[in-house]
């Protein structure tokens, strides 16, 4: 994802664009010195100082108490941690691969010059623009049973409808299906990575296999490497950190029955309904190196399928 | 020609620069939620949700009690902060932040965050005044109390008891009194069968449900002889005897009235509670006469003509007792009153306190039906009963709590509420679903509260 | 293009699979519309209609009330709340747009020792979960007393944010150099530079990148659900929230305040989509 810089070695560059380099340097460091502010202040102190928090037991009122890894040892024999890895991972496998395929399939579809194009692709964005809540809202009136339109549809077509909330091997899917709808980012993401394939590569491909199947192996995938693994990264992200829908839907206890208790669920309870906040920032700090791990492992597998434009000149 | 003019804009623009920061940071200064700038002689009350009638009561107590206590300059309350989880993190933030409300209501006992120095001990304050310790009951002070220290105070509390519709019963020839009133839960669960109605797989009426509400199984627990926790010995009791018998009965009765098949029940209607399904939206059997009878707080006395029964008459009686029972109990939700630890005008605080106990919780009662505790109160009855059912049931009506006020069971007394509240639930969950037998699941449960409870006492 | 034309208007066989193509696509559009169209359509019905049997698909009548009915409620201050989450969306976008530009000049355009190190610094922090950092900073903006404002929701944005930095300078990587260096010849100033050379340069990426923050501010529910704490000052989508866990039953009101918090970013959103367009096409650049 880092680029390669503008070098600055090799430049034959005189006195004069020295001194005018030195003054370069100077506006550089000042012009993104609110930024390295931000870096500091709200983003390596607040995560020096979860690891700390993660070491004491804390109280409300009056000094911690260090207790070591005594949080990440609690962690490891709480059943509710583990009830939500196995949700939040069951969410993340499920969930990430349907919606890049679901959301390139569907760029395929929009690439594609009709008088309806613009109205696709407006219509499959709307999701994104509706806040979470409300989302979640209006998907509990869907699936309501009885009054619900989604069960109705089903029902006409002769399938029983599950009971999508209550039923603790269905909620999760429903959960699922939730963070389907919003699907137009990723599509859209797609299609631009699609329309950046130059016509040149696309045509050529037309003339000599016609056949639409190996132009998608063969040339489309490999082209939109780059924008799969964004899309990859940030999905694998985001999954991990599912809230809103969960809670909304589940509550603190993940119902029914610790289906849809997820990770960040679990978190925010123990903040804030437990007042157990070193166990709250023990948590984070693992979420945190999974996070890092699981990237540093999809860049470094990366390297042998993403293929970067003009790699190896 | 470039270098001399270099240096000057340069300085010129780090001006600029500092400029446009300068005019940014001002604009935002009009920002529209100002800080709870807090100062010595204004009172600050913080309330959590609850509906526009309860913030204006309050509101309008506490500026009318300002008023006539010249040293104060000025009150403010501050309504609809969340509910729950919310709340509490909001009061949490600004104890943590050093910015507190002199004093808050509370819907979450306040055992547990006094345990951990959020709250102001109120003992020494309290043997100074009126409302002195003798005037709560046990029962209701024992939410707030840990170690000898009361953290809190429950001003008014919603008060648990058997509803039933009257007109149901004596369209099945039952007599309606409240002394007729089943007085054990096997008679409660033989009435229920009377009322029972399936279509296929949907339930049409129902007598009585199971109790599955986590936050008032300490009542029903009671009611077997049992106890969820042991505040005496800091232990908890979920897989007692008495509560594995508890919820076998109440899985045999499932399985004997209601196909064995919670979900059905569930599909069919809101039959949990005397409202709406909140996810769902169902509307309330009870209110359209599908229920004859169920277990709730005093509070939907206020709630009940919103939106109205198709009936007119419905009474309340005490609980039936459990097969290990001896005796009937009840039980509450109280309204807990709190100082902050760090609160700029305890003093003060605990003089509204003292009002809102006594003088002010009679017209709370009066307006917002909740039940005040404290026993120097005399009780008015509410507006919203005389207006619908007289003034003579009103007064019945209150009557009747205030006897039940006296045999509340002791519950919220755990330092560690929410986290036992939580694994009830699942373990509740777990039972009805037939996850797990009762007894597995209450075990699961009680070995994790007890874990939790044992890590938050060894300080 | 041009060919695709040509094509469908030759061969019979690509009329027909051009009808298959839209029955497809007017599917799937239609599976998309539905909660939207399900929301709107609730707003007007009262809350026994919403659940009443059989299904209605469309409000008979249409109750027009429910749209005053919101404006009137003193539970669900609509009209307060919705100034909020526009002043919110307004001056983070505004902020962002600000500080992001300077960043994203200066990892872009300028040279300076240890750019790339904070660059991918800047990377890092992009992937760095919010909550990580979230209890720190927290009880750091508590301990100001700023809790309970609005400070610590925008005064960030006024510092940078990873993902727009990140956005801007693809964009800004764009920028001829030539042009830079010749007004640096000329004796500009490196502030004057960026503000009269390169920002106009970039203004469709500006316009971007304060879209995409209206859109994200608008509808932020954690953040606001934490650092604010009463009605008056709640944004539109806290305000959503807290109405509903109050009033679970009130279906109609609450679809009601749904669909009027989600129209003004619909309307912004058809004012403005190509500019998503790019937005989004140039997100999964590398």
Redesign the interface.
């Known amino acids: 994802m880092v680029a390669e810089l503008p070098s600055s070695a090799g430049d034959p560059r005189g006195p004069?664009r020295k001194?005018?380099g030195r003054?370069e340097a100077?506006?550089g460091v000042?012009f993104a010195l609110p930024w390295m502010t931000a870096l500091v202040v709200f983003t390596f102190i607040p995560l020096v100082l979860t690891f700390v928090i993660a070491q004491a037991k804390f109280?409300?009122?009056?000094p911690p108490?260090w207790i070591g890894w005594g949080n990440y040892e609690?962690m490891w024999k709480d059943?509710?941690i583990w009830a939500s890895v196995r949700v939040t991972a069951t969410y993340a496998l499920v969930s990430v691969p349907i919606k890049l395929v679901l959301a390139l399939g569907l760029a395929m579809f929009l690439n594609r010059a009709t008088a309806l194009s613009g109205f696709y692709r407006t219509i499959f964005y709307l999701p994104f623009l509706m806040p979470a809540v409300a989302g979640s809202i209006v998907f509990?009136?869907l699936l309501?049973?009885?009054?619900g339109p989604v069960n109705l549809i089903l029902g006409a077509f002769g399938l029983d409808p599950p009971?999508w909330?209550?039923?603790?091997h269905v909620a999760l899917w429903t959960l699922i299906m939730l963070s389907l709808w919003p699907l137009g980012v990723e599509t859209l993401v797609f299609l631009g990575g699609l329309q950046n394939i130059p016509k040149e590569i696309s045509e050529a491909a037309d003339l000599d296999s016609p056949r639409a199947w190996h132009k998608l192996v063969w040339i489309t995938l490999p082209m939109i490497t780059p924008v799969i693994l964004f899309n990859m990264v940030i999905g694998i992200i985001s999954s991990f950190q599912v809230f809103t829908q969960a809670l909304v839907i589940g509550g603190?206890?993940g119902?029914?029955?610790?289906s849809t208790l997820m990770y960040m669920v679990v978190l925010?309870?123990a903040?804030?309904?437990?007042?157990n906040v070193g166990y709250a920032a023990a948590m984070a700090t693992v979420l945190f190196v999974t996070v890092l791990l699981l990237t540093l492992l999809i860049f470094r597998t990366a390297k042998s399928w993403v293929y970067y434009e003009g790699e190896g000149r | 020609?470039?270098?001399p003019?270099?240096?000057k804009?340069?300085t010129?623009?780090?001006r600029?620069?500092l400029l446009?920061?300068a005019a940014?940071a001002a604009?935002?200064m009009t920002?529209?939620?100002?800080?709870?700038a807090q100062a010595k002689g204004q009172l600050l009350l913080w309330l959590p949700?609850?509906?526009?009638l309860f913030?204006k009561v309050q509101t309008g107590m506490l500026t009318d009690w300002t008023a006539k206590h010249k040293e104060l300059a000025s009150a403010e309350t501050?309504?609809?902060?969340?509910?729950?989880?919310?709340f509490?993190?909001?009061l949490?933030?600004?104890?943590?932040?050093?910015?507190p409300p002199d004093m808050s209501l509370l819907w979450d006992a306040p055992v547990?965050?006094g345990t951990?120095?959020?709250f102001l001990a109120l003992d020494d304050m309290m043997a100074k005044s009126i409302i002195n310790i003798d005037t709560w009951p046990g029962g209701l002070l024992a939410s707030c109390q840990f170690k000898g220290k009361t953290y809190g105070l429950p001003v008014t509390a919603g008060i648990y008891s058997m509803w039933y519709n009257a007109e149901m019963f004596e369209a099945k020839g039952i007599k309606s009194d409240r002394a007729s009133f089943p007085k054990t839960w096997v008679e409660m669960r033989a009435l229920s069968k009377e009322f029972t109605v399936w279509d296929g797989d949907t339930l049409k009426v129902a007598g009585f449900m199971p109790h599955r509400e986590a936050e008032s199984l300490a009542i029903w627990s009671a009611l077997n002889g049992g106890k969820l926790y042991d505040s005496a010995n800091y232990k908890y009791t979920f897989d007692s005897e008495e509560n594995i018998e508890m919820f076998n009965f109440f899985v045999d009765w499932m399985n004997e009235e209601y196909k064995g098949d919670i979900?059905l029940v569930?599909?069919s209607g809101s039959f949990a509670s005397g409202?709406?399904n909140?996810?769902?939206?169902?509307?309330a059997a009870f209110r359209e006469s599908r229920l004859a009878g169920l277990h709730s707080g005093s509070w939907l006395m206020g709630d009940i003509y919103d939106p109205a029964p198709n009936f007119t008459r419905w009474d309340l009686a005490p609980h039936p007792v459990g097969p290990s029972g001896s005796a009937t109990v009840s039980g509450v939700w109280p309204n807990w009153f709190v100082i902050p630890?760090?609160s700029l005008n305890p003093q003060a605080a605990f003089d509204y306190l003292t009002y809102l106990s006594t003088e002010g919780a009679v017209t709370w009662f009066e307006n917002v039906p909740d039940i005040p505790t404290n026993s120097l109160v005399k009780l008015a009855p509410p507006k919203i009963l005389v207006d619908h059912r007289g003034e003579e049931f009103a007064k019945e009506t209150t009557a009747f709590y205030s006897e039940q006020a006296k045999i509340v069971t002791p519950m919220w007394d755990s330092p560690?509420q929410?986290?036992g509240n939580?694994q009830l639930?699942?373990a509740i969950?777990?039972i009805y679903?037939k996850?797990a037998t009762p007894k597995d699941a209450l075990a699961?449960a009680q070995v994790?509260s007890q874990a939790?409870l044992d890590?938050v006492l060894a300080? | 293009m041009t060919t695709d034309l040509i094509r469908r208007r030759t061969a019979p066989r690509h009329l027909v699979s051009s009808i298959i193509y839209h029955c497809v696509m007017l599917l799937f559009a239609a599976i998309f519309l539905l909660p939207f169209y399900w929301m709107v359509i609730s707003a007007f019905k009262s809350?026994?209609e919403?659940?009443s049997q059989p299904i209605a698909w469309f409000p008979d009548p249409i109750r027009w009330e429910n749209v005053s009915a919101l404006f009137a409620r003193?539970?669900f201050p609509f009209l307060r709340q919705f100034?909020?989450s526009v002043?919110y969306a307004g001056?983070v976008a505004?902020?962002t747009c600000?500080s992001c530009a300077l960043a994203a000049y200066s990892f872009a355009c300028l040279r300076w020792r240890g750019r790339n190190l904070v660059f991918a610094f800047t990377i890092c922090a992009l992937l760095i979960p919010p909550i990580v950092t979230f209890l720190p900073t927290?009880?750091g903006?508590?301990?100001?007393?700023?809790?309970?404002?609005?400070?610590p929701l925008?005064?960030p944005s006024?510092f940078g944010d990873a993902f727009y930095i990140f956005m801007l300078r693809q964009f800004f990587l764009s920028v001829p150099r030539e042009l830079m260096d010749a007004a640096?010849?000329d004796?500009?100033?490196?502030?004057?530079i960026w503000w009269q050379i390169v920002l106009p340069q970039v203004r469709v990426a500006l316009v971007i990148v304060a879209l995409f923050a209206i859109v994200y501010t608008w509808n932020e529910f954690f953040g606001p659900?934490?650092y604010?704490?009463?009605?008056?000052?709640f944004p539109l989508s806290v305000g959503l929230f807290?109405f509903r866990?109050?009033r679970?039953?009130e279906?109609s009101i609450s679809m009601m305040g749904a669909t009027f918090t989600a129209v003004p970013m619909v309307v912004l959103f058809l004012f403005t989509q190509r500019f998503f367009q790019q937005g989004l096409a140039t997100k999964g650049l590398k």
């Open positions: 004069r001194r005018a003054s100077r506006a000042l109280q409300i009122a009056g108490k609690a059943s509710a509990m009136l309501t049973p009885g009054a009971d909330l209550k039923d603790p603190t206890t119902a029914p029955a610790e925010y309870r903040a804030f309904r437990y007042f | 020609m470039a270098y003019t270099f240096a804009p340069e010129l623009n780090r600029s620069f446009g920061t940014t604009a935002t920002l529209p939620g100002a800080a709870f949700g609850g509906s526009d913030c501050v309504c609809g902060l969340g509910q729950d989880t919310a509490n993190q909001a949490i933030g600004a104890i943590t932040g050093g910015n547990s965050l951990q120095g959020a979900n569930d599909r409202y709406a909140g996810t769902t939206g169902q509307p630890a760090n560690v929410g986290f939580d639930k699942l969950e777990k679903t996850a699961e994790a939790e890590r300080g | 809350n026994i919403i659940f003193t539970d100034a909020n002043f001056a505004f902020g600000f927290y009880i903006w508590s301990r100001l007393g700023l809790n309970g404002t609005y400070w925008i005064l006024f640096r010849l004796g500009a100033s490196e502030f004057r659900l934490i604010l704490k009463t009605r008056e000052d807290t866990s109050q679970a039953v279906w």
